[in-house]
């Protein structure tokens, strides 16, 4: 069982809509819980994280963590073309190492 | 805040020599760095975990004799690669922590010929 596990996608979303991105993890003494962002030939861009249990606003972004079940997600309101990249979840544990999911894209079309 | 730089960021060179890649947080103080490598299409893989005056620790099949990581001051990481050959052709990507979140630099390309 791979740690940090993401549907590869493609996730293909109209303009204006809702974009929602699923990550479940292993280890159940995972601490933090991180999104990136990464466009195409270029290193991943920190869009949100959370520590805590329930949800974490920032912008026209949402992230979402449910420790009993393991699993974290990602929300993406209006979503944009510019939107469209390869969205990677993160976690650490005690050792403070990312360990990252596969990732999933996002195709934000018009 | 929390901007990281890598130079250089395209490097090509021929098989058998070695290549420094530089890491720096340009305004704040990283004790702790880390360097990953990244092939066409898959995840991040962390190599390296490089700690402000002491020894980088390795992952598992990482060759600590070929990788060679310097961390001398808060601010600056250093990856060389020596005798590269054409799988060590990748993208490099190293991130410095600030309290528990990691910030990428933009990466390095490294191509082997």
């Known amino acids: 069982q791979k740690e940090v596990e993401q549907n590869s996608g493609p996730l293909s979303v109209p303009e204006g809509a809702i974009a929602s991105l699923n990550c479940t993890y292993s280890?159940?003494?995972?601490?933090?819980f991180f999104w990136y962002r990464q466009y195409s030939g270029k290193s991943p861009e920190l869009i949100m994280f959370i520590y805590s249990n329930g949800d974490k606003e920032d912008g026209r972004f949402t992230a979402q963590l449910n420790k009993a079940s393991q699993y974290v997600s990602l929300l993406i309101r209006d979503s944009q073309p510019s939107d469209s990249a390869t969205y990677l979840c993160?976690?650490?544990?005690?050792?403070?190492?990312?360990?990252f999911g596969t990732g999933t894209r996002l195709q934000v079309t018009l | 805040g929390a901007v990281v730089s890598q130079h250089p960021s395209r490097v090509i060179c021929k098989s058998g020599t070695s290549v420094k890649i530089e890491c720096r947080s340009l305004d704040f103080q990283a004790t702790t760095m880390f360097w990953y490598r990244q092939f066409p299409k898959q995840s991040l893989m962390l190599m390296a975990t490089?700690?402000?005056?002491?020894?980088?620790?390795?992952e598992q099949g990482v060759e600590k004799d070929k990788f060679l990581i310097n961390h001398a001051s808060l601010t600056l990481s250093t990856l060389t690669v020596t005798s590269a050959h054409p799988e060590d052709s990748s993208f490099y990507i190293c991130?410095?922590?600030?309290?528990?979140?990691?910030?990428f630099g933009p990466g390095t390309r490294l191509t082997v010929t």
């Open positions: 993160a976690v650490t544990g005690t050792a403070s190492k990312l360990t």
């Open positions: 280890d159940r003494g995972s601490q933090s």
């Open positions: 991130s410095a922590r600030m309290s528990y979140e990691q910030y």
């Open positions: 490089s700690n402000e005056g002491s020894k980088a620790t390795y």
